[in-house]
């Protein structure tokens, strides 16, 4: 196939990639190193592969690459690292609301878009925001007391 040469800020970096037409954003991520965003279902409906673009939350796997075209685009890797994780990574190890971690990632990742759009997001609004994100170890009533604990609705911080 003929490739195709695109550049998108990702994770506040300007960064170029030569890409298939076909293919999808997962794929570019995680050929590029950026493996903390998880390939699940792989048809948009578990949400581990979930990324901020343009500020709303998008499964990387059914968005072509080429989408992202002149875009900003914000992975796990752009949220937190070990020496300064942000707080709902923190939240969520406290909590004890991650086992396996497959899903974290993404979980975060929709929790912080909510949060950057309603810091005082209720219990309600988790529970629409995150539909698309499916956990199979923890359940989610430690998830849920996590993400409330950021929430300015409960006098946490985003």
């Known amino acids: 196939m ?3 040469s ?3 800020t990702l994770n506040n970096e300007k960064r170029s990639f ?3 037409p076909d293919e999808t954003l997962i794929d570019l991520l995680r050929r590029s190193g950026y493996t903390g965003t998880k390939l699940g279902c ?3 409906m578990c949400g581990s592969c979930a990324v901020i673009i343009d500020g709303r939350i998008v499964n ?3 968005l072509f690459a080429f989408q992202v075209d002149g875009r900003t685009v914000e992975t796990i890797e752009g949220v937190g690292d070990f020496d300064r994780p942000h707080p709902l990574q923190t939240a969520m190890a406290d909590a004890g609301a991650v086992q396996c971690g497959f899903c974290t990632p993404g979980i975060i990742m ?3 878009a909510l949060l950057e759009q309603k810091p005082n997001a209720t219990e309600e609004d988790f529970n629409r925001h995150l539909d698309g994100n499916l956990c199979r170890c923890t359940g989610y009533v430690k998830i849920k007391e996590a993400l ?7 006098g946490g911080q985003s």
């Open 148 to 154: 409330l604990s950021c929430s300015s609705a409960t």
């Open 110 to 112: 929709a929790a912080k």
């Open 6 to 8: 695109i550049t998108f």
């Open 2 to 4: 003929n490739m195709k």
């Open 60 to 62: 990387a796997c059914i």
């Open 42 to 44: 792989d048809t948009g």
């Open 18 to 20: 030569d890409i298939e």
